[in-house]
């Protein structure tokens, strides 16, 4: 990842959590979201991440033998964890 930014989201604690909007950002890939870390939870939120298939490939070596072609878009409304199960 050639840069990362992210910005606290100091509203987010009267709801108990800590919020931060995370950018990243490598030639040819990029994503945002909310992240926030509750006292029983971590979860991401508005995740949305879209670029080259073949910009994947430092994050999934095994890719490369398939030489993957096109676009790729992830979009996730709400994703969480508790350290035992993730939903």
Do not use: C, H, K
């Not at 989201?9 to 990029?30: F, I, K």
Request: net charge negative; no cysteine; glycine share 6%.
């Amino acid at each position: 990842i050639d840069e990362l930014e992210w910005r606290f989201m100091p509203s987010r604690l009267a709801m108990g959590e800590a919020a931060y909007t995370v950018r990243a950002r490598r030639p040819g890939l990029e994503a945002t979201a909310v992240a926030a870390r509750s006292v029983s939870e971590t979860r991401l939120r508005d995740v949305r991440a879209g670029g080259t298939a073949a910009s994947l490939v430092p994050f999934f070596p095994l890719a490369a033998a398939w030489q993957p072609e096109g676009t790729v878009a992830i979009e996730s409304d709400a994703f969480a964890f508790d350290g035992r199960d993730a939903w």
